[in-house]
Each structure stands twice: as C-alpha cells, then as structure tokens.
C-alpha cells in the first residue's frame, strides 16, 4: 500500500461544534483509519467521539496485521472506556457516538462500524459495497418499506439503533471478513453529514476524475459544500483512501 495516498477532512459545517473526529496512523505495514460522529442530541458528543477515536487508535497500534480480532478489542475497549467515563461523570445519558474503522496490511483490509457513519468499497471506480447503517431509516430498507435513496431525506435519519456508550449484552457493531487488497480499490470513510449532500453516484464521478486521494476528496468535499448551502448542515467528516 501507498502510505501517503489518504486524506482526511472535516468541517463543523453549520454547528458551532464540531463532534466529528477522524484520524489515521500507520505503523509498519498496518494502516488504520477512524472516523467517530458524537452524538449531539446527547451532549458531549465531541468528547464521546474524540475519546472513541484515541482508545480505537491506541488498542490497534501494536496490531501486526489487518485483523478483525483486533478491531474487535478496540470497539470494545471504546465501549467500555465510555461507559467507565460516562459512571465517573454522571453523565449516562450523554457521550455517545458511532464509528467506523478501516485497517489495512500489505494484503488485505478488514473494517468495523456501529451507528450511521459509513465505510464504501470502490473497485475500478463503481462502488462494490458499503456498510449498513444502525439506523431507523436503514431498517426500513431492509424491509423494503422505502427506498435506498430515501435515507437521505427521511424525517427519522437521526435515529440510530445502535452506537457506543450505551450497556448492551451482546456485539452491537459489525465486523468485515478480511478482503485481499487490489491495485484500483478506494475506500471512503464519512459521517452521516458528509454523505448525506453527496450521492454515491457522484462519489464514483470524482474517484474516476482524481488522481490521488487529496484531490478525490477534496472534489466531493466541495460537493457537499454546494449542497449544504441554504441547509441545516451537520459535521461533515470524510477519510479517502486510495490503493
């Protein structure tokens, strides 16, 4: 892999905080990305979020290779770094987020996700998959009582099914099987205010006009922007990843 072919990008967009946060550090051959959206209805999202996205990075940093047992430590150790900080804080009602994370080796990438922030796979231009989002809207879907492109614009987008900082008994995020790594793959990161103002159709537009993974992003940063005008915008947050 190319370590220097990613970006990361995000903007408070019309909040006068921003609770996203998203990093990526590279150790040897592993690279990891995250991406975590606090949850504002909650309070202290931005603190829910930035201390989510510390412990994921901290917990893969002696990671040897791209591994879902080890993504599956992080998530929890998030989880529980929340739950211990919300006891201490007494704020159980508050810091809450979700998360996506990507991590990748010299063959292969493996990713995890809760909540509404979203990883897609693009191979030769054309998205291959995305993730499914813990959402109302998403379920929806999935029983096919609205459609895909609905999601977007659907008054309980917001409500979200699952994230980190509430008890649960069993997983509640998901885990990738691990995937080879290809030469024209493309790997997108982003909170639910970036995707929301850029269609997936158009993501794949810029993926095939960039070169690098600067310039992808920046391209679909200034779509968002065109279409958050005159919009209540959310954060908006995005890491492109490039092979």
């Given at each position: 892999?190319?370590h220097?072919?990613?970006?990361?990008?995000?903007?408070?967009?019309?909040?006068?905080?921003?609770?996203?946060?998203?990093?990526?550090?590279?150790?040897g051959?592993?690279?990891?990305?995250?991406?975590?959206?606090?949850?504002?209805?909650?309070?202290?999202?931005?603190?829910?979020?930035?201390?989510?996205?510390?412990t994921?990075?901290?917990?893969?940093?002696?990671?040897?290779?791209?591994?879902?047992?080890?993504?599956?430590?992080?998530?929890?150790?998030?989880?529980?770094?929340?739950?211990?900080e919300?006891?201490?804080?007494?704020?159980?009602?508050?810091?809450?987020?979700?998360?996506?994370?990507?991590?990748t080796?010299?063959?292969?990438?493996?990713?995890?996700?809760?909540?509404?922030?979203?990883?897609?796979?693009?191979?030769?231009?054309?998205?291959?998959?995305?993730?499914?989002?813990?959402?109302?809207?998403?379920?929806?879907?999935?029983?096919?009582?609205?459609?895909?492109?609905?999601?977007?614009?659907?008054?309980?987008?917001?409500r979200?099914?699952?994230?980190?900082?509430c008890?649960?008994?069993?997983?509640?995020?998901?885990?990738?099987?691990?995937?080879?790594?290809?030469k024209?793959?493309?790997?997108?990161?982003?909170?639910?205010?970036?995707?929301?103002?850029?269609?997936?159709?158009?993501?794949?537009?810029?993926?095939?006009?960039?070169?690098?993974?600067?310039?992808?992003?920046?391209?679909?940063?200034?779509e968002?922007?065109?279409?958050?005008?005159?919009?209540?915008?959310?954060?908006?947050?995005?890491?492109?990843?490039?092979?």
């Open positions: 892999m190319d220097t072919n990613f970006a990361v990008y995000s903007a408070a967009g019309n909040r006068q905080i921003n609770e996203d946060c998203a990093r990526a550090e590279q150790h051959d592993v690279s990891c990305f995250v991406l975590c959206d606090g949850l504002g209805g909650h309070g202290r999202g931005e603190v829910a979020s930035g201390m989510a996205v510390e994921i990075l901290s917990e893969l940093k002696d990671a040897s290779s791209a591994d879902a047992e080890y993504l599956a430590a992080a998530m929890e150790a998030a989880q529980a770094r929340l739950l211990q919300q006891e201490a804080l007494h704020a159980e009602s508050e810091m809450k987020t979700t998360a996506v994370v990507l991590m080796d010299a063959r292969s990438a493996v990713w995890a996700h809760i909540g509404d922030s979203r990883l897609y796979l693009f191979y030769k231009n054309k998205i291959v998959l995305r993730t499914l989002d813990h959402s109302v809207p998403q379920m929806l879907v999935l029983m096919g009582e609205i459609k895909e492109k609905q999601i977007r614009q659907h008054p309980d987008r917001n979200l099914l699952r994230v980190l900082g008890e649960w008994g069993t997983q509640r995020y998901a885990c990738s099987e691990p995937r080879p790594l290809e024209c793959q493309a790997f997108l990161l982003c909170s639910d205010g970036f995707w929301e103002f850029i269609t997936e159709k158009m993501m794949c537009k810029y993926l095939k006009k960039s070169k690098t993974a600067a310039e992808w992003l920046r391209m679909m940063q200034e968002v922007q065109r279409n958050g005008i005159g919009a209540d915008m959310d954060n908006n947050t995005a890491v492109a990843v490039r092979l």
